[in-house]
Every structure is written in structure tokens, then in C-alpha cells.
């Protein structure tokens, strides 16, 4: 048995270097995560189901589309407890946030750059505020009738982008065909809003297709030169499909006035980096939202057939996928345009330096570029570069527009890339703080999030914390205001 005494100085001392290398190369981690340490507090009483979609499956309204990039309307109820005055979500999704605090009694906005998730919301808030079920009951009954009539007009036809080109069957085609024209023709502009997105909800449901987190699955029925597909099983029709939303929809309209009715929220598509700027110094009490994670999700490939149902080209699908906070590998840097085009200079300047003195993410930088040999894709550092400097200027933002004494509540992840943790919630907080916030509490989900398979095989098991932060502008702030 060889004992440490025998272990040859050289091995020992190679030893001794390779854990030193290992430390000093999250010793700024470290050094923030002792310094957040008494504010990471694990809260049993958390699920999943708060913190996502999961939460609004059951919803009236928000059970309409399976709109997965989202958190629960209880979240929001509780959040609306912590602090007073108008309500905002610069990544309102499908409007869990403004619809909630709407009908709260509040003046609400949600800023949303996904028009999938913009069309979604007015369709809730116009059947909440004033829609009647008898109308949309009669004007459902004839687009089903003229869905199953068909069309075979070209102007009709669903538009397809390559990515979504034979997502459907030839019948579903057709039905669908029949369905935008009925739309085309129809006079009443609300009641056409509610209707044109019930046919969007449904299209999912009744083509080849599955949404599977950053990408589309498909069927072995669609046609397509696949390399691996799958069964999805029994599909509905376009019609089928639609009158069992219809039937939703209408069995919700009775509750909606109660649930989300009173005050109409201000919905606002377009990029959160570009209408924070729009809005004025201390005018917001609360902000609750859930930004886009450094996850490699491309929502433009995942909602797919819901642009191109709203007419998206294949330019439109590439623009989109630029504007939005970067997430993906193929996302390029905004620096430049934010330099050219961005109102607010001292508000741009405070957060490209919060951005380049968060030591901790300057390290995660450093050690991924010295690795960038070994990564599966080099442009991931591309990636957490672009998403964390952005991500500084949208923390920055809510810095200049809420008032004293107002709050922030936020929903992210943490990410990894091979094999290196970049805590989110951790470096967001810091910058959080610099930019004249306190950062309260980062509560953590008891059961975090595994990092992906081919990194577990690689570095092993490691859980990634979920967390809500909690941040408040002090009543004295001193917080430079842009």
C-alpha cells in the first residue's frame, strides 16, 4: 500500500498545482457567493409550478395557449403584496403580469418583442373587457363552418418559412386556408382579435409538430428528410382542434371580467432595450418579470408556426432573432447599435462598466476563452458576453424608472457551459446593487435544474439553482437616475 509518504514529490506537487489552478479559477465566485450567502435562502414552500407556465394550465385565459416561457398568476398575486403604484414586465410573455395586475385594480404594462405572446394577452384582455360569449360563440360557429368549407385561393393558404414547410397535413391545409379567409373578411375587429388567435393556439395541436425547448421535434409523418423523428400519435384536425378551444374560450369569458377586467393593460411590443428607455424616471412601483435565460433557446424556431401564422417572412424570422436579448449562439453583439442608436447615454455608460467590473463574470469569460478549443460551439462565450451585458443594461433600466421604495422580482435560471457555472442570479444581484438597488432576498427553489446529459457525462451531476430575487430601490436612493 503506498502511503502519502511515498507519493514522489513531483506528483505531490502536481497535485497540490492542479487543485491551486482549480480554486483560483472560481475564486471570484467564490468571493461573490459568500458575499450573497446570507441571501440565498432555500424556501421549501417553492415548486416549479410557481416559478413556470405549469402554474396557468388550469388558468382561465392563460390555459389558452401553451406558451411555456412564463411563471404562474399566483407569482404575480403575491409579488403585487410587496409594493404599490403601476406595474411592469419588460417580458410580459403571453401577459401574466399586466392581465393579473389589471384586474387588481392597477395600472399595468407589459413590454413583449414575441408577437405571439402580445396577441395572446389582447385576446384575454378583450374578452375580459367587453367581447360578449354569445358574440364569439355565433362568429366561432361560422369560422368552423367555413374552416371545414376550405380554400384553395393561394392569397389564403397558410405561409409557410422553410422551417415550418409541411407541418401540416394536405386537409388541416385546407381547413386552415378556409379559416384566414373567413378572417380576412371579417368586419369586427375585436371579436376577429379573440378568434385570430384561437386558430394560432391551435396549430401545434394539429400539425406534425412539437415544441422540445430550443428547437421543433417532428413527426415521421411529415414528409421531411429527417434524421431522427418521432410518433406523436392521434392528431386532431385544424377544426377539431379549434372548436375545443373555441369551447374554452367560451367557458372562460364569464370569469374573465372578474379575473382580469377594470383596467385594460398597456401591452407594448417591441424590445424591453428599447421602450425602457421610453419611460419616465420613478414611475413604476413594481416590476415582475422572467427575462430570457443564456440557455441556447431560439423562441423563433420554437414558435415558428405562430409567426409565420401572423405572415412573418423568413427576413422577419432572422430580424426578430437579432432584436431579441441574446440566447442562442447565432445572437451577434448590440453594442454597436446601442452605442449608435440607444437614448440614454449615462444610462448605456452605468451599465456597460457594472458589466465589465463584475469580476465573477469576467472570470467565467476568461476561463471558457481558455478553454475554447474544447467547447462543442466557441460562439456559447459569444453568448454569455452578449446575454449578460444586455441583461446589465435591463437591470439598469428599472433602476432609473422605479420609484423609492418600489420593487423588483425576478425569475431566472442558472446556466452552464462545459463544465462552467455561471451564476445568473449572483452576478445580476451585484449589478443589481451597483446600479442603486438592495438586493433582499434570492430565494432558491429546494430542487434545482440538472445541467444538460452531455455535460453530466463529462464534469458530472451538478444542480443549478432556480430563483426568484427580490430587489428594492431604498426610499434615499442616491442611485444615478439617466
Known amino acids: 500500500m503506498t502511503t502519502i509518504r511515498e507519493i514522489s ?181 375585436n371579436t376577429r382579435a379573440i378568434l385570430d388567435f384561437a386558430c394560432m393556439s391551435v396549430l401545434e395541436e394539429a400539425s406534425y409538430t412539437r415544441k422540445d425547448g430550443q428547437y421543433l421535434r417532428w413527426d415521421n409523418r411529415c414528409r421531411r428528410n429527417l434524421r431522427g423523428g418521432m410518433d406523436k400519435g392521434p392528431i386532431p384536425s385544424f377544426t377539431a382542434a379549434l372548436r375545443k378551444r373555441l369551447n374554452e374560450i367560451l367557458e372562460d369569458i364569464p370569469k374573465l371580467e372578474e379575473i382580469y377586467g377594470g383596467k385594460p393593460p398597456r401591452l407594448l411590443q417591441g424590445s424591453a432595450l428599447e421602450k425602457l428607455a421610453a419611460m419616465p424616471d420613478r414611475s413604476i412601483g413594481l416590476t415582475v418579470t422572467s427575462p430570457p435565460y443564456a440557455n441556447r433557446y431560439d423562441y423563433t ?60 463574470l469576467q472570470e467565467v469569460l476568461d476561463s471558457l476563452n481558455l478553454q475554447k478549443s474544447e467547447l462543442s460551439n466557441p460562439h456559447v462565450i459569444r453568448l454569455v458576453e452578449n446575454h449578460c451585458f444586455e441583461m446589465a443594461l435591463v437591470v439598469a433600466e428599472p433602476a432609473r424608472i422605479t420609484k423609492p421604495g418600489g420593487r423588483v422580482v425576478m425569475v431566472n435560471d442558472n446556466v452552464q457551459y462545459h463544465g462552467e457555472e455561471v451564476p445568473v442570479d449572483l452576478i445580476l444581484s451585484d449589478i443589481a446593487e451597483t446600479c442603486g438597488f438592495d438586493c433582499e432576498e434570492i430565494s432558491v427553489l429546494p430542487r434545482g435544474k440538472g445541467n444538460a446529459s452531455q455535460q453530466m457525462g463529462r464534469f458530472g451531476r451538478r444542480e443549478l439553482r432556480k430563483c426568484i430575487y427580490y430587489r428594492h430601490m431604498p426610499k434615499f436612493s442616491t442611485a444615478p437616475c439617466a
Not at 452605442?339 to 456597460?352: F, G, H, V
Request: aromatic letters at 8%; glycine letters at 8%.
Open 9 to 189: 514529490a513531483p506528483g505531490l506537487a502536481e497535485r497540490q498545482a492542479a487543485v491551486s489552478r482549480k480554486q483560483s479559477k472560481r475564486a471570484k465566485r467564490d468571493e461573490l457567493q459568500r458575499r450573497f450567502a446570507d441571501r440565498l435562502v432555500v424556501r421549501e414552500e417553492l415548486s416549479r409550478k410557481f416559478v413556470s407556465y405549469q402554474g396557468n394550465k388550469t388558468q382561465p385565459g392563460l390555459r389558452w395557449l401553451r406558451y411555456k416561457e412564463g411563471f404562474s398568476a399566483d407569482l404575480v398575486r403575491d409579488a403585487l403584496n410587496k409594493a404599490d403604484g403601476a406595474v411592469l414586465d419588460p417580458f410580459a410573455g403571453i401577459g401574466t403580469t399586466p392581465l393579473i395586475a389589471g384586474g387588481a385594480g392597477r395600472e399595468a404594462a407589459g413590454i413583449e418583442i414575441m408577437p405571439v405572446g402580445i396577441h395572446a394577452a389582447r385576446a384575454i384582455s378583450l374578452a375580459a373587457n367587453g367581447v360578449k360569449a354569445e358574440t364569439v360563440e355565433a362568429a366561432g360557429g361560422a369560422l368552423i363552418e367555413a374552416a371545414r368549407n376550405g380554400a384553395t385561393a393561394g392569397a389564403f393558404r397558410f405561409p409557410h418559412v422553410p422551417i415550418t414547410s409541411r407541418a401540416f397535413p394536405e386537409k388541416t391545409e385546407d381547413e386552415i386556408a378556409g379559416a384566414r379567409r373567413f378572417l380576412a373578411e371579417s368586419d369586427d375587429d
Open 301 to 360: 424556431r420554437t414558435y415558428a408556426l405562430e409567426l409565420a401564422w401572423l405572415n412573418f417572412s423568413k427576413a422577419d424570422f432572422g430580424e426578430l432573432r437579432q432584436a431579441l436579448i441574446s440566447a442562442t449562439v447565432e445572437n451577434r453583439s448590440k453594442v454597436n447599435i446601442l452605442n449608435w442608436k440607444y437614448p440614454r447615454e449615462s444610462t448605456l455608460i452605468q451599465a456597460k462598466t457594472a458589466f465589465r467590473e463584475q469580476a465573477a
